[in-house]
């Protein structure tokens, strides 16, 4: 109505909504118009021109202020008219629909109240599930094969205060070599003995730069780790084994007159011997005609025939195992190839490495996987890095760390790039046990196995306040 009025005050057509500009004074005499709906009014109202140029809004602020008595006219050629008193904002709408509908207010309440536990539960069950490459997290990180928290704790030390990632693996895996019996006895001392009741051991270290040392066979000697740092940092040579890798160690003073064989191995050993030194490796399951049983290292052949292994090993030692030509199964949790672990730094720094006691009653002389670049450990520092486990004397045919870590430079996730690494060697040896895990240089993490019923591995991220053991099932593949 106010704005009809104002068209007739400006001299406009109601009608066709021509202007004609012009000016309205009035003295006490009011508006008039001929049209039939015209009115008049005391108000003493004058428009120039220049009033023509007000916006809609202030103009009809001003209109309402000079004609308050007004009646309503409602013009369905009005854009302002045509919602009149029934439009309403969304706010104004729902204050009034708050106030009429007390059960309205409770239900929105219960929603949130809903939602916010939905939220708190999702958050709990991605925690509880430990499922790995859900996220992608910020270094530094640190996953291991196996059940090995103790060693990825201390180890993660390091990398929490700005250490390198070489110096973490270093200390992780030694933290194995010096404490087998909280990483199953697969590496360091009083671990897995070969057919002589000798304990043997395998490592390697490799950073992203592709620099890398290794060690073979080396004996007498307990931080295997270390040794092969050594040959990274003070040789051009990638693998040294044998008495000669441990004189390589001594003459960097390493202690190398260390016992390896304890009272645990040789029980082990001889309870093997019992049994018909069954299982071994070799084809067929016969020793040569001319194979003689050899001592067990000076000093180590006092032992209780009724040492303490658990059932798990009972069943790899020989007493209750069946005499097997598939080397595949007498490998477990515990008894495989490889303690191997992968880290990245505050400064997205990669280093991969492992060490290994071998398998048990393996061929003196053997070098497994752990030992090897690109079989046991690879990583490179633009891409991620990976770690494998299980029958090394299969998985290093199929180098299958190497090929993880190709897999990941193409594009893959860790899991699936450790997923189609495996693939190979179970279509060629469908009964190997073996297993892989990845860490990428973006955070993500992830594993796979094959044989094993169920594979665990270790990870330790910021968002933990200790590392977490995670279940990799074979069915998963």
């Not at 508006?31 to 809609?56: K, M, N, Q, Y």
């Not at 730094?345 to 071998?358: E, F, P």
Request: one cysteine or more; hydrophobic letters at 35%; glycine letters at 10%.
């Amino acid at each position: 109505a106010m704005y009809q009025h104002g068209r007739r005050a400006r001299g406009m057509s109601l009608n066709d909504g021509d202007l004609t500009d012009g000016v309205l004074s009035g003295g006490g005499g009011g508006i008039t118009d001929s049209d039939p709906g015209e009115f008049t009014s005391d108000v003493d109202t004058t428009f120039t021109s220049s009033s023509a140029a007000a916006t809609p809004k202030s103009w009809r602020r001003q209109r309402a202020l000079s004609a308050p008595d007004l009646p309503f006219v409602e013009s369905h050629n009005d854009p302002f008219a045509r919602h009149g008193k029934f439009h309403q904002s969304f706010t104004t709408k729902l204050h009034h629909w708050l106030s009429d509908n007390k059960k309205g207010i409770f239900l929105l309440l219960f929603c949130g109240v809903l939602f916010g536990v939905f939220i708190i539960l999702s958050q709990t069950n991605l925690d509880n599930r430990k499922t790995e490459g859900d996220f992608v997290h910020l270094p530094p990180l640190l996953v291991s094969t196996w059940n090995t928290t103790a060693a990825v704790d201390t180890a993660w030390t390091t990398l929490w205060k700005g250490g390198p990632a070489i110096n973490a693996v270093e200390i992780g895996c030694s933290f194995c070599e010096e404490n087998p019996a909280q990483c199953n006895f697969t590496a360091g001392f009083g671990s897995s003995p070969d057919e002589f009741n000798h304990v043997s051991l395998d490592a390697i270290i490799m950073n992203g730069d592709r620099s890398v040392g290794a060690v073979g066979d080396l004996k007498h000697t307990i931080n295997a780790i270390s040794v092969a740092r050594r040959v990274m940092e003070e040789t051009f040579h990638t693998l040294l084994v044998g008495s000669d890798a441990t004189l390589f160690a001594a003459t960097l003073g390493f202690n190398t007159s260390a016992n390896l064989t304890t009272e645990r191995t040789s029980a082990m050993w001889r309870r093997w011997v019992a049994d018909g030194k069954y299982p071994n490796f070799w084809r067929g399951g016969v020793l040569p005609s001319n194979f003689t049983q050899s001592g067990s290292e000076s000093g180590t052949e006092s032992g209780s025939e009724s040492g303490s292994e658990s059932e798990g090993e009972r069943d790899v030692d020989g007493r209750h195992s069946n005499k097997t030509q598939d080397p595949n199964q007498m490998i477990n949790s515990w008894n495989h190839d490889t303690i191997g672990m992968v880290a990245l730094d505050v400064h997205s720094n990669l280093t991969c490495g492992s060490t290994s006691a071998g398998l048990k009653f393996k061929v003196p002389g053997r070098v497994g996987s752990s030992a090897i670049v690109g079989a046991g450990v690879y990583c490179e520092d633009d891409v991620g890095g990976a770690a494998v486990t299980g029958n090394g004397d299969i998985l290093m045919r199929f180098m299958v760390a190497f090929a993880t870590v190709q897999n990941m430079k193409a594009g893959y996730s860790p899991k699936k790039s450790c997923k189609m690494a495996l693939a190979p060697v179970k279509d060629k040896f469908p009964t190997t046990k073996g297993a892989v895990v990845a860490l990428s240089v973006e955070g993500e993490y992830g594993a796979a196995a094959i044989g094993f019923k169920e594979f665990e591995y270790t990870i330790r991220h910021e968002m933990y306040d200790a590392a977490r053991v995670i279940k990799v099932h074979s069915d998963d593949n």
